[in-house]
């Protein structure tokens, strides 16, 4: 089956760039949507289509996906980014796998 | 508003069997396909099942086929999920979600989760 691969914990200093991986085999042939997900809340969608940010979502997050790798970037991080964040995969067929997530923590 | 509203967590003994709901609201919830996604406490996000708009095409992930059941009934615009020979491992927060609504190859709207407990 399918894997996504997030690393486990990233920590950044406020008004810093955060980087989040998610790595999977051939993910830049499919498309990448991200999840922000605070305790005790439903995941909310930042990134859909590997780059593309919804209405209502900050400028300082952004997408890209190539190769192997999409990444989630977070600008200018405030502290209310501090939450946990998931990667997702859209591929041939309805396998929506998620990454194993990433809990961000703001120092 | 769109809203999502699932019902029918409770504690349950393994092997037992569940009905889940998903009320929805503020959209022509007949025009949407629907998945579920559940998360285990203190675990990621798990796909569950999937079901077309008009209900003729389903998906299930491994871990839940030939154990659970997707439907839909959109006169009442409400999503189940009939749950059969519950595990423990089945515990979690399970989420009603749409993908597609405002933004293609996303879940973009999710309700609020409701939690199935599994145990003796």
């Known amino acids: ?107 | 508003e769109v809203q999502l509203l699932e019902s029918g967590g409770v504690l349950i003994q393994p092997g037992g069997s569940l009905r889940l709901s998903c009320a929805a609201s503020g959209f022509t919830f007949s025009s949407y396909a629907m998945s579920w996604v559940r998360q285990a406490p203190g675990k990621g996000l798990e796909w569950v099942s999937y079901i077309s708009v008009t209900g003729d095409t389903t998906h299930y992930a491994d871990s839940v086929k030939g154990r659970f059941t997707i439907s839909r009934d959109n006169s009442k615009n409400t999503l189940y999920l009939q749950m059969s020979n519950l595990r423990p491992d089945d515990t979690a927060v399970y989420y009603c979600a749409i993908a597609g609504y405002y933004e293609n190859y996303a879940f973009d709207i999710w309700g609020q989760g409701t939690m199935v407990t599994v145990s003796s």
């Not at chain 1, 042939?29 to 900050?58: A, E, F, H, M, N």
């Not at chain 1, 989630?72 to 501090?82: C, F, R, V």
């Open chain 1, 1 to 107: 089956s399918y894997e996504l691969t997030q690393p486990p914990s990233v920590s950044v200093s406020p008004g810093q760039t955060a980087s989040i991986t998610c790595s999977g085999d051939k993910l830049g042939d499919k498309y990448v949507s991200w999840y922000q997900q605070r305790p005790g809340q439903s995941p909310v969608l930042l990134i859909s289509q590997d780059t593309r940010r919804p209405s209502g979502i900050p400028e300082r997050f952004s997408g890209s996906n190539s190769g192997n790798t999409a990444t989630l970037t977070i600008s200018g991080t405030q502290a209310m980014d501090e939450a946990d964040y998931y990667c997702q995969a859209w591929g041939n067929g309805p396998n929506y796998v998620f990454g194993t997530g990433t809990k961000v923590t703001v120092l």
